[in-house]
């Protein structure tokens, strides 16, 4: 099947991107990995930043203001502005949807706190804002005709002289690999969070294949070294607690019974003060207690019947004990002008791109409205890209290298652990490259990721039947998650200061000369270069000088 336009990802962000590429004539796909219900965006259950008044300039200067101060120095201003502005209307837009905010008894929107916001802007759906936003989008999105095509593995781009002309996708029920022809693609698939396996709010298949994928493809990530850890996840199981638990007036309380932080300060300073309670013996708990059981339930209700389910406690009588886990990735594929890429065709959006939004920090409740705004922006332009342009031709010499991939991985034995593999590099990046960190443990990090790197190669499935076969995706998987964990290794490294989500004990001050994103490149295969990224006309230049030398 051939499409005008092909979206890679189910969440906020690609579920836009679809209803605005649609149109009453054209063909639309949205391609998932997984289950359609279970992204990020579906999970996200604080809220989403918006001042509702289109109209009070000095509200949605305080947001923009809040969101490039967040950014630590590395907000692009253009984007801010642009989301922050823009936000009004998405609401207005989502409730056309059939989104149904709280609202109050006079039918206006509420609006809660969030961590480092100046004001109380942060709409939302009891506790489960994510899940509601995305089965409304969902459901507008099959009226208007869009197909989703669930269990696909994206293995590469098919491309056509530095133009986009399809996917290449591993259909998991019979792992044969397939090609989607395409005008224009759109890559909204999600972060990296995954990596950090048994210490991460994410489901571990959000292992950053978009990302290894737009590396092969010649693409560069951005800001791969800033990973936001939550301050509080649920202390066994690492689900979330959602900071509208803290917005709604909840306490971070140490088991002597003291607070030790502003609750509502931003999420890598409230991170940090957690874990050094750890650090030093103790335990921390979120105390609802004070707001009674009335409310917990109805402002609440995901996590109080959670906390019971996972935890066997009542939120009304009891503490809750938290830890800081890997919760969004700031990092992704480098975007110009919001959601554009460096191919023709292909565009970027959500949290797999990286277009300065959040710089260096993302301000909580802002990762929805990304999402939405530059879902749009993304759907907006692949439909012009798409309605201008001819399908260009695929190069199956490329999809054949997949095949052979794929065969190859099912032909041979191997008594290694795979999984084995996961968890212990999640440990491994936790321990090494998570809230805290130094030279040492990220040259630790990098020579235990180099040994990976050269493992992989060398996995194979045990069971060779190829129908819904779990095993062949999680060693595809291994093969993007230690790629990119190295760029994130590399990127840590090269970034000797403390700056937003990123912290290292040997440099805690930030260092003003770095106030540049740092970029990776793949040079040829398994070779990553690191570096800070020019400015945009010297890079502008050194592109056509040399497009002319080749």
């Known amino acids: 099947m051939i499409y005008d336009v092909v979206v890679v990802g189910g969440g906020i962000a690609g579920l836009m991107a679809a209803i605005e590429a649609k149109s009453s004539t054209n063909r639309v796909a949205i391609i998932t990995k997984g289950n359609l219900f279970k992204s990020n965006s579906s999970l996200a259950s604080g809220g989403i930043n918006s001042v509702l008044d289109p109209y009070d ?13 967040s950014a630590a120095g590395l907000g692009d201003k253009k984007s801010i502005e642009h989301m922050c502005k823009q936000a009004p209307r998405i609401i207005k837009k989502l409730v056309s949807f059939g989104v149904e905010f709280d609202k109050d008894d006079n039918g206006v929107i509420v609006q809660r706190s969030f961590g480092g916001g100046s004001a109380k802007r942060t709409c939302y759906v009891g506790d489960k804002t994510g899940a509601a936003i995305t089965q409304a989008l969902i459901k507008h999105a099959k009226s208007l005709g869009v197909q989703f095509l669930v269990n696909n593995f994206i293995m590469n781009l098919a491309l056509h002289h530095s133009k986009v002309s399809g996917v290449i996708s591993l259909r998991r029920f019979d792992s044969s690999v397939v090609v989607y022809p395409a005008k224009a693609v759109i890559l909204a698939g999600g972060g990296y969070a995954g990596i950090y396996r048994g210490f991460s709010t994410n489901a571990v298949d959000y292992t950053g294949d978009l ?19 939550h301050p509080t996840g649920f202390a066994k199981s690492n689900n979330l607690v959602s900071e509208a638990a803290r917005g709604e007036g909840g306490y971070l309380v140490n088991d002597e019974g003291k607070r030790f932080v502003d609750e509502l300060e931003r999420r890598d300073i409230v991170s940090r003060a957690i874990a050094e309670q750890i650090e030093n013996g103790k335990k921390v708990f979120i105390d609802l207690r004070h707001l009674g059981k009335e409310l917990i339930e109805k402002k609440l209700p995901s996590l109080y019947k959670n906390a019971f389910l996972q935890a066997g406690i009542d939120l009304s009588e009891e503490l809750l004990p938290i830890k800081p886990v890997a919760h969004y990735t700031m990092g992704g594929i480098e975007a110009s002008n919001g959601v554009n890429t ?11 791109a990286a277009n300065g939004v959040h710089g260096a920090n993302r301000l909580g409740g802002n990762s929805l409205l990304e999402g939405a705004v530059f879902g749009e922006l993304a759907g907006i332009r692949a439909l012009a890209y798409s309605r201008a342009k001819d399908f260009y031709p695929i190069d199956y010499s490329k999809v054949i290298k997949d095949i052979e991939l794929v065969d190859k991985i099912f032909d041979k034995d191997t008594s290694k652990n795979f999984n084995a593999m996961r968890i212990s590099l999640g440990n491994m990046m936790f321990s090494n490259v998570g809230i805290k960190r130094t030279q040492e443990g990220l040259e630790k990090a990098y020579d235990y990721i180099s040994y990976l790197r050269s493992e992989v190669p060398t996995l194979h499935c045990i069971g060779k039947e190829r129908t819904n076969n779990v095993e062949l995706v999680s060693i595809l998987e291994l093969r993007n998650v230690t790629e990119i964990a190295e760029a994130v290794i590399l990127s840590a ?47 502008k230049i050194r592109k056509i000088f040399n497009a002319k030398t080749n």
């Open 57 to 69: 300039y000095v509200e949605i200067r305080k947001h923009i203001n809040d969101t490039f101060t």
């Open 211 to 229: 990302l290894a994928v737009a590396l092969r493809a010649g693409l560069r990530l951005q800001d791969m070294e800033f990973v936001q850890f």
């Open 342 to 352: 460096d191919i023709k065709g292909l565009f970027v959006c959500g949290e797999c």
């Open 493 to 539: 490294l090269k970034r000797e200061e403390s700056r937003g989500a990123h912290f290292r004990v040997d440099h805690e001050e930030t260092n003003p000369k770095y106030a540049e994103s740092i970029v990776v490149q793949e040079l040829k295969k398994g070779i990553l270069r690191v570096f800070f990224k020019e400015h945009k006309l010297l890079y």
